[in-house]
Every structure is written in structure tokens, then in C-alpha cells.
């Protein structure tokens, strides 16, 4: 067998078990890391190096593997893109954690989001209780967006700013 089309296999089988064990285990861990978040995320992609190139350690198939896990990514979301019922298979919906000021436990507890959590959330959009709050958010890519109930909103993160542009764009 041709040791570049083994990387290939190995490389995707490495892929979609990478994206079937983050769906499994929940959106809030791509956005929320803790220290034993990150070493985990180092430990497996030092686990999962062997299993994607085997014993082809060289540069070509170094590339090679790389080159697969970007052509799957892309082509991924081209295909969520194009079909929305693959995007709804394949991400998880936002969540409503908080809507005017009350809060929901039922998905706090389903989405294992702890009260100190989601209270340094608001505090991070620079309110000071949960009544200020008119909707709270579990986005699909992990963040917590908030609304309050002033006019005064802003959003804190520019990457939920840019995407916003794009969209009304």
C-alpha cells in the first residue's frame, strides 16, 4: 500500500473521532479552558501524532497529514454551509441560559455550567447581577454572549462582531 494514501486513512479516521469526541463532550470546552483543559488538548494531539502518520515521521508526511486534516475541515464546512440540515447534525444550537433575569437551571445543569461561571460571564459584559440581565447564551462555539437591559449594549468579543458584519453584509 502506498504509505501517503495510510496517512490519509489515518489522518481522517483521527479527524472524525477528534470531531465525534468534542460534540460528545459538549461546545462549553472549545470556548472555557482551564488548565487541565489545555494539557489534555496537547497530551492527544501528542497521542493521536503516531496513529495519523505511523511510522512515517518524515517532513512529506508531516505535510501530508496536515494537508488531509485542512482539506477535511473545509470541506466540512462548505457542506454545512450548502446544507443546513448537515450544519444542524453537526452543531449544536445556542443555548438560552438566562432570559429576562431568570435563571434557567435546567440548562445550566444540561450543559454542566456552573452559578460561578455564569455569574464571571456577566461580570465580564460589566453587569453586576442576574436581574440585569435580559438574555444570556450558550453560543454553538462555546462563549456566553450577554444582552442587558440597558440600551447601552456592547458586545465583548470582536470575533462575534465581525461575524455579525459579514452576515448583514
Keep these: 500500500m502506498n504509505p501517503y494514501f495510510d496517512i490519509i486513512i489515518r489522518s481522517a479516521a483521527v479527524y472524525f473521532f477528534m470531531l465525534i ?24 494531539s ?33 457542506l454545512m454551509y450548502k446544507f443546513p440540515k448537515f450544519r444542524d447534525f ?9 432570559h429576562d433575569g431568570k435563571i434557567d437551571f435546567k440548562a445550566l445543569s444540561k450543559l454542566n455550567i456552573t452559578h460561578d461561571e455564569l455569574k464571571e460571564a456577566i461580570r465580564e459584559h460589566g453587569l453586576e447581577h442576574f436581574s440585569d440581565v ?21 458586545q465583548s468579543h470582536y470575533k462575534r462582531l ?4 459579514k452576515s448583514i453584509g
Design 46 to 78: 501528542n497521542s493521536v501524532q503516531n496513529a495519523m502518520v505511523g511510522s512515517n515521521t518524515s517532513l512529506w508526511g508531516g505535510l501530508a497529514a496536515a494537508t488531509v486534516l485542512f482539506f477535511i475541515n473545509f470541506t466540512l464546512k462548505k
Design 134 to 154: 435580559k438574555l444570556a447564551m450558550l453560543e454553538i462555539d462555546g462563549n456566553i454572549s450577554i444582552i442587558s437591559g440597558t440600551k447601552n449594549l456592547r
Design 162 to 165: 465581525k461575524r455579525t458584519k
Design 21 to 44: 469526541a468534542l460534540r460528545l463532550f459538549g461546545k462549553k470546552e472549545l470556548s472555557q479552558l482551564n488548565t487541565a483543559d489545555v494539557i489534555l488538548i496537547l497530551l492527544i
Design 90 to 98: 453537526m452543531q449544536e444550537k445556542p443555548e438560552i441560559l438566562i
